[in-house]
């Protein structure tokens, strides 16, 4: 039996909110982004035996989220699709040039808080809402993981 430092019974208190976040911004919908959380747990504990302790269970966490969300989209095959239709709902951030309103400008951010920010996740949600699912997926890999184009590339076979 391996030993590990997870504590299944924590992580929903712990990670919930975050790994939440981390999918509302790859994911558009809400439920989809809750249900790859829900998988995302239930996956963990059904792998706990092959957790080998060689990063956090934090980033482990995220690793199988991450994984969870490549698959939705593979089995969607949103990836590949070059689908550019514009979005006709209105917009609570930005005019119709896409240009931020007045009274909508974002609050003074730092970096380290951005991404624990409601406020910078929400404008973000909105920005990412208008490109399409593979643009979005791409971009959040590259911007908000730092993942490199060749490896973005390869991991989506584009």
Not at 26 to 46: P, S
Not at 121 to 128: E, P, R
Not at 143 to 151: C, F, H, K, Q
């Amino acid at each position: 039996m391996q030993k590990h430092n997870l504590e299944p019974e924590n992580w929903v208190e712990k990670y919930g909110d975050m790994l939440l976040n981390y999918a509302l911004v790859r994911v558009k919908e809400r439920d989809m982004a809750r249900d790859l959380v829900q998988d995302t747990f239930v996956t963990a504990l059904k792998s706990i035996p092959t957790f080998r302790g060689e990063i956090s269970e934090k980033n482990w966490l995220y690793l199988v989220l991450k994984t969870r969300i490549l698959d939705y989209y593979k089995k969607k095959k949103e990836v590949l699709e070059s689908d550019m239709k514009k979005d006709d709902e209105d917009d609570d951030y930005f005019n119709d040039k896409g240009h931020w309103l007045k009274d909508k400008l974002p609050n003074e951010w730092t970096t380290e808080r951005m991404v624990e920010s409601e406020e910078f996740m929400a404008i973000l949600k909105a920005c990412t809402d208008k490109l399409t699912p593979s643009q979005a997926l791409v971009f959040t890999m590259k911007y908000l993981d730092g993942e490199e184009a060749e490896d973005i590339c390869k991991e989506l076979n584009i």
